[in-house]
Every structure is written in C-alpha cells, then in structure tokens.
C-alpha cells in the first residue's frame, strides 16, 4: 500500500491521527497532516483504510490494497 496525502484538501481534524498515528501526525503551527510512513507495514492497513474512510477533507489516497 501506497498513501499518499493532499495537505491542500487536509481540514485538520486529526482523525488520521487518531486512527494511525504510526503513519500520520500533524503540524504544530495549523494541524494540517504530515505523513510519516508512505508505505505502512501490513499490520496497520485496516487502520490506514479507517483514516482515509473518515477524512472530511478527503485528503488521503491510498494506492494498492
């Protein structure tokens, strides 16, 4: 799996973080993601999947199962 973020479409919610934070965090200064793992283990896909499922800014592609 490939994730890929779009910090321009990012609204800052934090949800990603919340569910995976091995893979996304947030800048100090206004929130917006910052990706910290573009290729996840496996054992964390569900959770990368859960983040992209619920981002209300749609900022987070994933490529690959």
Request: aromatic fraction near 2%; charge should be negative.
């Amino acid at each position: 799996m490939e994730v890929i973020v779009d910090q321009d479409a990012c609204a800052g919610s934090g949800q990603c973080v919340l569910s995976a934070p091995e893979v996304f965090d947030q800048r100090d200064t206004d929130g917006i993601v910052v990706l910290l793992n573009d290729n996840p283990d496996p054992r964390l896909h569900d959770d990368v999947h859960e983040a992209a499922r619920i981002c209300p800014g749609r900022a987070i592609t994933l490529i690959g199962p």
